[in-house]
């Protein structure tokens, strides 16, 4: 049985730090590439970042370059993302999502795999 579970959300201020992780189960972990999505009230889901199979690309949103950092550890089949100086903006549902394919994908209709989301709330 797949699973993907998120954690590591929560509340924090504007400009202070989170790091989520995502726990694989199910599948072979290092066969996927990886990806993190959001999705606020009212919007659609969308792409924030994601990371080959091998770790050697990945890929941001414009919105959360240079803030965040995707990263896996393949011995433990964990996907992470560390989120610095948030805004308000970054509030919203985080999904960890896996592709079966050697090279990032940036569109949640690629993703085979979804977790069921962890809360994010950013205060200002």
């Known amino acids: 049985q797949v699973q993907l579970v998120e954690s590591g959300g929560g509340l924090v201020q504007a400009g202070g730090s989170l790091r989520l992780s995502c726990a694989a189960s199910g599948f072979t972990f290092s066969w996927y590439a990886m990806g993190w999505f959001r999705q606020a009230p009212g919007k659609e889901r969308e792409f924030v970042a994601t990371i080959s199979r091998r770790s050697d690309n990945t890929y941001y949103a414009d919105s959360v370059k240079g803030r965040f950092t995707i990263s896996r550890d393949d011995a433990k089949n964990t996907v992470h993302l560390q989120m610095n100086s948030l805004k308000p903006e970054d509030t919203a549902v985080y999904f960890c999502?896996?592709?079966?394919?050697?090279?990032?994908?940036?569109?949640?209709?690629?993703?085979?795999?979804w977790g069921q989301g962890t809360q994010v709330t950013v205060s200002s």
């Open positions: 999502a896996a592709v079966h394919d050697v090279v990032p994908r940036t569109t949640a209709p690629e993703y085979d795999y």
